[in-house]
């Protein structure tokens, strides 16, 4: 009988071990995989932070009244022509950007693309703008000298984190 209380024991330990190593392992894994998702979110914004350097706009007085005036009547002049009722969604992004999209023919979630999300995309969606919002689209980019705004018609409601 003690033998068999002893060697219950000897397993018990051994799994409890075994169980411990296992979450350490783990836990190791968890903590590199966010470190890995670090490291890309940083080499992907140095990418952009590269991009953007070839689209930046020149930070004098002229210039920031002139971007001031095109944001202002930008989303104004969408809301005025842009029917009440109408399903456009907007999604901006800088004009570096724009090339992937159309390329690829589709504008995907950061999530998707990256990993890891930019804005307020979510996994499996992208972040629009409808006409009463659209600054919110541009916005970001108003120190670039060329951004894109893509037009959609709302197709599937699950499709946009508006």
Request: with cysteine.
């Amino acid at each position: 009988m003690n033998y068999y209380k002893y060697e219950y024991q000897a397993h018990r330990e051994l799994l409890l071990e075994l169980i411990e190593a296992e979450q350490k392992k783990i836990q190791s894994e968890v903590e590199l995989k966010t470190k890995e998702n670090s490291i890309n979110k940083y080499k992907h914004y140095l990418a952009l932070f590269q991009k953007e350097l070839q689209f930046l706009r020149p930070g004098n007085a002229e210039d920031m009244q002139y971007r001031k005036r095109q944001f202002d009547s930008f989303g104004k002049l969408t809301r005025k022509v842009v029917p009440p009722d109408s399903q456009l969604r907007f999604h901006g992004c800088p004009i570096y950007s724009a090339r992937d999209i159309l390329i690829s023919g589709e504008i995907s979630s950061s999530f998707d693309r990256l990993g890891f999300g930019i804005n307020e995309d979510v996994p499996g969606k992208i972040s629009v703008a409808t006409k009463n919002n659209i600054e919110t689209t541009f916005s970001p980019y108003a120190k670039l000298l060329i951004l894109s705004i893509f037009v959609s018609m709302k197709k599937l409601k699950q499709q946009f984190v508006a």
